[in-house]
């Protein structure tokens, strides 16, 4: 449901969008970290990382910035 309000955001084109989406990225990527040293290495992980690294950096994208304007 938390991401919902990002997506439902980033949908209509609207600029507060970025900051939730940007801090549940930072927060995934903090988890998948954790569970690193918890569970050890995993490919899953490493694809759920991959996505919210790939989603910081285009939420820091000029072009991304541009359309929620």
Known sequence: MLP???AYGFYEGRLWAGKPALYLAIIE???V???LSM???SVLQGV???I???SIYFLYC????DRLE
Do not use: D
């Open 4 to 6: 919902a309000a990002p």
């Open 29 to 31: 990527v903090i988890w």
């Open 33 to 35: 970290l954790v569970q």
């Open 39 to 41: 569970v050890g290495l």
């Open 48 to 50: 759920i990382g991959s």
């Open 52 to 54: 919210a690294v790939a």
């Open 62 to 65: 000029i072009s991304v910035r």
